[in-house]
Each structure stands twice: as C-alpha cells, then as structure tokens.
C-alpha cells in the first residue's frame, strides 16, 4: 500500500502572511515529492484564506499549487479536498479542473483496515456562540447568494480584507492558543464524545487548530490534529499500519 498524506490550514492567498510566495512554492515542492509515493492526499480544510467561486469567475493566483494537484491526479493520485471555515464558497471547479474530490462534511473511511474520520474541525463541539453564528451565516445558502451577486472586484477584495484582519487581531491577542488539555481541547472533547457511540473509529484527524497534537483516545483510538502550512508545515502520513505526524524538512519527506 503506497502512503496517504494529510495536511491542513494553508491559508493560501493571505494578505497577513508576508512569505505567501515562497509559502506556496514550498506546499508545491512537498506535493512534487510524494507524489510516487502517494495514493491519495487529504487536504483538510482552509487551503485558501479565502475562496469565493463565481458561476463565471474564480479567484487570481494559486497556479502552482492547482497545477501541481492536477499533475497528481493526472497520475492517479486521490486527492480529497475538504472545506473548511475560509474556503467555504467553493463550487465544481476543483472537480471538474483539477479532478479534486470536495467533501463538505466531516468523512468517515476505511483506509487499509483502520476506521478514519477526516474533516476540518471547525463547528465540532466549538464552544463560542459568536462563531457558531458567524459559521451559519457563511453557510448559509442565501447569504451565499447575495454575497455573489457582488461583483468580484468588490467580493475579493472584502473577503480577503477581512480574513486579514481577522488574523491580524488574532496575532494581536497572542495567537492560536497553545494546547489547553484533554477537559478543555474542544475537538478532543468532541472525539471523546464521539467514540461513545462509535467505539470502532481508530483515527480522528482534524485542522482548524494549527497546533500539532498526536494524542491516544483509547486503546485502539487516537486524535491527530495537524498543524499548519503558514509556519508549522506539519502533516500527516498513513502507510497502512502506523500514522504519523511530521515536518516537512525539504527533501526528507
């Protein structure tokens, strides 16, 4: 069985991420490297700081990595794109030109003969009212639709200001907060709860966070939440029997 790759939390496009270029080009020479050795890649939500597809229009930028993720798939390589709470607003253009598979909820799978559930994270046992409305409102299929009728000029240009300073507050108020325990960790919480009337799933694998957490649930169980592509460049990998959470050190995948 060849490798299955995860990874997460790119954020591609970010107008708050000073090195978005070489950022890019380094996912690029990760995905280049695997490649041969993959049989299917997992992106987990939140690869674009923000994606808006219009009937007619998609978002400038980003032809490294589609080109590369349509090489891959090209070769016959899976690849698995999940929503996440940036990248909401996408349509069939990555199925249809980068022959992407989208989920836009959480997934359980069998991958090799262990019970996997994938998904980004957001929306799962988060405590925080005001993201809870906030996720509603993005979901929301109306909202979608007068938020197209703008034109893309104007759409863009909101969406990516506001994912902007959305981060730039974040940064401001310290950042992604560190691990904060097995009690209060809300996708651990989630996963725990989870297993309680599904005791067969072996792996929860999450984004979202941007903390790198390999942490076992039960005996045969374990959550593994991935870090991030803007300074962690953290993923996962699955080669039938073991999963494991890495860096990506240039040349050493």
Avoid at 54 to 82: A, N, W
Avoid at 142 to 153: D, I, K, N
Wanted: glycine share 10%; proline share 4%.
């Amino acid at each position: 069985m060849k490798n299955i790759y995860f990874l997460s939390d790119a954020h591609l496009g970010s107008l708050a991420v000073p090195h978005a270029r070489q950022q890019e080009r380094r996912l690029v020479r990760f995905l280049d490297e695997v490649k041969d050795k993959a049989s299917a890649i997992y992106l987990l939500g939140d690869i674009f700081d923000f994606w808006f597809e219009y009937k007619h229009t998609v978002p400038k930028g980003h032809t490294r990595l589609l080109g590369k993720i349509s090489e891959l798939t090209d070769l016959g390589v899976e690849v698995h794109f999940f929503i996440g709470n940036h990248d909401i607003w996408c349509k069939d253009y990555f199925e249809k030109e980068c022959g992407m598979t989208i989920h836009r909820k959480p997934l359980t799978l069998e991958l090799g003969d262990q019970l996997f559930l994938l998904g980004h994270g957001d929306g799962l046992g988060d405590p925080s009212k005001t993201f809870r409305l906030l996720r509603a409102f993005f979901h929301n299929r109306f909202c979608q639709f007068c938020f197209g009728a703008l034109h893309p000029r104007w759409g863009m240009a909101f969406g990516l200001n506001w994912a902007k300073r959305s981060r730039q507050k974040h940064e401001r108020q310290g950042g992604d907060p560190p691990y904060m325990g097995e009690a209060k960790e809300y996708l651990v919480c989630y996963a725990r709860s989870y297993l309680d009337t599904h005791p067969d799933v072996n792996y929860f694998v999450f984004g979202h966070r941007h903390i790198q957490l390999d942490l076992r649930l039960a005996p045969s169980s374990r959550i593994i939440i991935l870090g991030d592509w803007i300074c962690k460049f953290t993923y996962g990998v699955f080669d039938g029997e073991h999963f494991f959470l890495e860096n990506y050190v240039e040349g050493e995948s």
